[in-house]
């Protein structure tokens, strides 16, 4: 256990060392935004991540550290867990070893673990859901049939795309005759019963609001530009170690015991390869490289056997060495343009400046005439804005912020009335419709010239030709 204890340490020491060096990312913002509005479900995503944050940040207070502190324990668990998978094979301690390095050094891990988001409790959901299938191959004991469908069920009130995982479990089990003979037993049908269980607060939500995500899934693919491209990025996640996992993939179809792991890693690849993006199946990587460590161990050759675990962990060392700054938050946000980090890393350029943003966005408020003020309320085509204002202005003379994408929609108050709008992100030429003569007042800047959300986004004055409640469908965006 010490072995474990050491790895999942260093990770959570390496985030919380460094979990503060950026400011909140949008999405964060979003996050706590709705953890201020608790529903059984949003637009986006289900209601337990926002929850959590809502927890996080009453207890510990609104920063980016706090926030991330839950993100980088898991990432610890995730270290951890990925030794465990070897543990579960029968591996030696000298390849659980080598997988606890393969986990600390992965991308897909380091770049997602220290920012709050929904990923991280995704990719919990996914890796014990197939920790407690593979418990269920090797060894059918019942249990495992109620561990996993819990685990299930709460990865559905974490986000829908465990959807694909649970799919490619389904698949495993209709085409695998040993486990398809387990449906003649009542404890499949009692996971699936505390799977549906657990989701039914959310899928009550949806059924009552019409539905929402589907739109959302509907009119936000997720597409990363094609297969080919969707292959690329998500080989980049673990570049190094890709023969690795070309060799577990292969071990576990070959393995009629494990054969149903690799349907069910196989089969949300497939799926979002056409209809997601790169990460979402990521979750799938760490049992497919811990397969691939056995399969190294059953070569009989000592000598070639050495050396390809002494190449698994140069390959994971350098896996570290190439990607650190590119998915560690260490370099400072004043220097993440001129290394040109916010063209590569999307995270890292709308991390930056979030409290200038609030602050120019409530100078041009106040700099309205006094005759207009009263009567003007924000609304930004993106969550960030009210996200920024409802954490860095004050709450006393805060403007009315709002937003028309995704879940924020909702969250038009009650009996609103105004004449003017500060309209974020809207050129004149797209409110025409609901402004008389809408002006231009200026655009936004992101410090230091990274390349955030807001960097040069539009500020337009909009004099309303209807009442916000009139015209708000109009501008809804669930896309």
């Known amino acids: 256990m010490l072995l474990y204890g050491g790895a999942a340490v260093s990770v959570i020491a390496l985030h919380l060392a460094t979990n503060s060096t950026l400011g909140f990312h949008t999405d964060e913002l979003y996050y706590l935004a709705c953890g201020r509005h608790p529903a059984l479900g949003y637009v986006d995503f289900p209601p337990l991540v926002p929850l959590l944050a809502r927890l996080e940040t009453d207890l510990l207070g609104v920063s980016p550290w706090a926030l991330r502190l ?10 951890a867990l990925s030794g465990l998978y070897i543990r579960r094979l029968g591996g030696s301690l000298r390849l659980q070893g080598i997988a606890l390095l393969a ?30 299938s593979l418990c269920l191959v090797i060894d059918r004991r019942p249990r495992y049939w109620i561990y ?45 019963g505390m799977a ?29 530009g094609g297969p080919i491209t969707y292959l690329i990025q998500f080989g980049v996640y673990f570049f ?28 949300p690849l497939l799926v979002f390869l056409f209809v997601g993006k790169s990460y979402y199946a990521a979750g799938t990587i760490p049992i ?37 700054f590119l998915v560690v938050p260490v370099t400072p946000p004043d220097r993440i343009h001129a290394l040109r980090l916010d063209t590569v890393n999307e995270v890292f350029a709308d991390s930056v400046g979030w409290d200038d943003i609030a602050k120019q966005v409530t100078t041009i408020y106040d700099n309205l005439p006094a005759s207009e003020r009263g009567s003007t309320i924000i609304i930004s085509a993106y969550y960030g804005v009210p996200g920024a204002l409802d954490v860095y202005d004050n709450p006393n003379t805060r403007p009315v912020a709002i937003s028309p994408q995704l879940s924020d929609w909702y969250w038009l108050p009650s009996n609103l009335t105004a004449t003017y709008a500060l309209m ?5 030429s797209d409110v025409a419709w609901m402004c008389t003569s809408p002006t231009l007042v200026t655009h936004l800047t992101v410090p230091y010239d990274v390349a955030g959300l807001e960097q040069g986004a539009p500020v337009t004055l909009c004099q309303l030709k209807e009442p916000i409640p009139k015209i708000w469908g109009r501008l809804r965006d669930f896309s």
Request: with cysteine; charged share 10%; aromatic share 12%.
């Open 103 to 132: 986990a600390i050094a992965a991308p897909y891990l380091l770049g997602t673990n220290w920012v709050f988001q929904t990923v991280t409790f995704d990719q919990v959901t996914w890796m014990v859901s197939l920790y407690w």
């Open 288 to 324: 497919a490289l811990a397969q691939g460590l056995m399969a190294i161990s059953q070569v009989k050759r000592p000598r070639l056997r050495s050396g390809l675990q002494i190449a698994v962990v140069a390959a994971s060392v350098l896996e570290f060495v190439t990607f650190f």
């Open 196 to 224: 549906l269980l657990i989701w039914a607060p959310n899928l009550y939500w949806q059924i009552a609001n019409g539905f929402p995500s589907l739109i959302y899934v509907t009119s936000h693919t997720g597409s990363t």
């Open 148 to 192: 996993l469908g819990i685990t299930l069920g709460i990865g559905l009130e974490v986000k829908y795309t465990i959807a694909g995982l649970i799919a490619g479990i389904v698949i495993a089990v209709l085409l695998i005759p040993s486990l398809r003979t387990e449906l003649r037993t009542r404890y499949p049908w009692i996971a699936i």
């Open 240 to 267: 190094f170690l890709i023969p690795l996992w070309l060799a577990g993939m292969i071990s576990l179809f070959r393995s009629r015991s494990l054969r149903a792991i690799g349907i069910a890693c196989a089969v």
């Open 70 to 79: 839950l993100p980088s324990l898991l990432g610890g668990f995730l270290v």
């Open 424 to 428: 974020v992100d809207y050129q004149p």
